[in-house]
């Protein structure tokens, strides 16, 4: 990296709903540390007042067109590290991406967008690689917690027993939290490309999805996609809306380390309903929002949901994020025994966590000695150890396993 850069961090939309928690974040956790960060935004007088409030200076403060390259590497031009926030980023992210490749800077983001992932990693991965700068995406509660729960998890059954786990299984089980009109508009945007495109639907269905293309086999199927009885946590499971992306992530970091734990490794994710009568009602209600929120765009439920539900650039209050959490629970097959691990956060999984997990995720990519691995590149591939000292330190989470 060059030691001609400006600053070591920026925060690209640092207005938006998501982008100010980052830059409260830094700005409270990082203002009296070596940290050299500056935020950015498109609209002038929403940035300078995002900037006012936190005391930024002037010379920190950048204005940029999401459409315009050339305005967009003129902004990573001038930092080490890229971080983003601005989505659909199947809209708004490909320019950046590419910006950051002619500019050789550093970058990530929090898209659970696996179209969108799949694009860049055929288009930029080999240059980004070639240029020895890391692209990471997907650094929040989708899925930091999956990604580095398996990363965690892995690594404390090997001290343990001398070999890895052939077999994980995630559960959720628990979570409180709000949703933000970007995460909404993202997954909206996930579901039109897919009713429109067959190539994004074998994309979303494989499994191996975001694997490179000549690793794409394995023991995995399809996500879950109704209410089943589960042997491994003895309860009622039903789907996990984010499972789509983070398994993707997990079996992405798993072919990116030469198949660590094994070609038979198999990873999957559902959330615990309870036991009884009463845990399969629960798994079954449960399905109720998850086929809510993916009727077709124009549909008569569609524009209720969307009426009902946060716009762009709104989110859950600060009262919300600090009530909510999460407890994921990993149970390992490890030579015919069971372990658990488990990974809890002290915020709604949402936007709390998130802002805190994606800012860590920022400043490891910009002050840490990193695994020198580059590319288009998963958390723990890209940041390993030192990120998830910093999560256990700073972000709230705690890593478990018994």
Known sequence: MSNTKELDLIIWGATGFTGQLVSEYINKKYSNSPLKWGIAG??????????????????KIFIADSDVIQSLTDLTSKTKVICTTVGPYAKLGTKLIEACIKTNTNYCDITGETQWIRRIIDRYHLKAKENKIKIINSCGFDSIPSDMGVFYSQKKVFEKTGKY??????????AKGGIS??????????????RKDKDVRKI??????????D??????????????????????????????????????????????YGSDFSYDEATLSGKGVFGRLKGHLSLIPIFLATRQ??????????????????????????????????????????????????????????????????????????????????????????????????????????
């Open 42 to 59: 498109r609209n002038k007088e929403k940035i300078y007042s995002v900037a006012n409030r936190l005391n930024i200076e002037t010379e």
């Open 297 to 402: 765009k124009g549909s008569f439920i569609k524009n209720i949901v969307d009426y009902v539900l946060p716009k762009s650039g709104e989110g859950p209050s600060e009262k919300t994020r600090i009530s909510g959490y999460y407890n994921l629970r990993f149970y390992l097959t490890c030579q015919n025994k069971i372990y658990i691990s488990r990974v809890i956060g002290d915020m709604d999984p949402g936007y709390g966590s998130t802002s805190k997990m994606l800012a860590e995720s920022a400043v490891c990519l910009a002050m840490d000695n990193t695994p020198e691995t580059y590319g288009i590149l998963t958390p723990s591939v890209a940041l390993g150890e030192p990120l998830l000292k910093r999560l256990q330190e700073n972000a709230g989470l705690t890593f478990i396993f018994n």
């Open 165 to 174: 786990a052939s077999k994980i299984n995630m559960r959720v089980s628990g």
């Open 215 to 260: 690793k794409q086999s394995g023991p995995d199927k399809p996500d879950l996609q109704t209410v089943i009885f589960d042997k491994v946590s003895n309860s009622w499971i039903s789907p996990f809306i984010m499972a789509g992306i983070n398994t993707k992530i997990v079996r992405r970091s798993h072919a990116l380390i030469d198949f660590k």
């Open 204 to 213: 979303l269905i494989n499994p191996y999805g975001l694997n490179p293309k």
């Open 181 to 194: 009109g970007g995460t909404y508009n993202s997954l909206s945007n996930v579901l039109e490309e897919a």
